[in-house]
């Protein structure tokens, strides 16, 4: 029996997830996941107004203790963040962070030239290629800026969005920006998230997929946590085993977990 650890879940304490924090833990147990990141939002100053990725601390520190303790012994609650940037809020960022105790941060890039990536006006009108090459300059700007996360979460989201034909991220297309984007995180000490996401969008693979994420490798990537991004129990480590035979042809033989904000690797 495979056990898995999901690095990346979403939860009533994000503006866009109705799954309670105990319909998360039981699913999760159901689901032969020994380790769960909790990972809300807080997304500063995102552009779409319907949707507001504030972040209670408090209650939600509170929620995950009392979850901590219930399910003692049955699974392992991680407390994380996923912290949406910006170029002009990146220090907002760093304060809200500051003397609070996540053990995981997920820095992801939802929204470029205020524009939110989820919708139809970042693509119109621009080509494939120009959508992609400014997304991935406002990433790499924002990850030598912002320094206080662990992995980048979805790292060719577009992917996910974007209204193009073809929808792939190829490293032969876009490898100058992905090459510094990759080693700008490792020579800090920092990773990439597998999202499995990709399978539920119909694209047929994680986020990033097999090409990208032997790229990473080969550089001397490292660090590589696994998430599903479920926003409901059915999605909870969505297609994992699929993601560790991905790992495994990309040539880890690991994955990462951070149990005290510090990486420790599990064999896989």
Known sequence: MKLFYDYHVHTVFSEDSSMG????CLGAIERNIVE?????????DYPDRDFQFDLDYAAYSTAIDHA?????GRLNIIKGIEIGLQAHI???CAAFLEGKDFQFVIASVHAVSGMDLSGDEYYRQKTKKAAYIEYLEALLACIKNFKAFNVVGHVDLLRRY???RDKSMKHSDFGDLL???FEELIST???LEINTSGFRYKLQSTLPDLDL???YRELGGEILTIGSDAHTPHHLAYYFSAAYQVVKKAGFDYITRFPNGEPEFVKI
């Not at 769960?36 to 500063?44: F, K, M, R, S």
């Not at 901590?68 to 003692?72: A, L, P, V």
């Open 36 to 44: 769960i990141a909790v990972t809300d939002h807080l997304d500063i």
């Open 68 to 72: 901590r303790e219930k399910y003692h």
């Open 162 to 164: 974007g209204s193009y």
């Open 213 to 215: 994420l032997k790229r």
């Open 179 to 181: 090459d510094l984007v």
């Open 90 to 92: 990146l220090d907002e």
């Open 21 to 24: 924090m105990e319909e998360m």
């Open 189 to 191: 000490g920092r990773g």
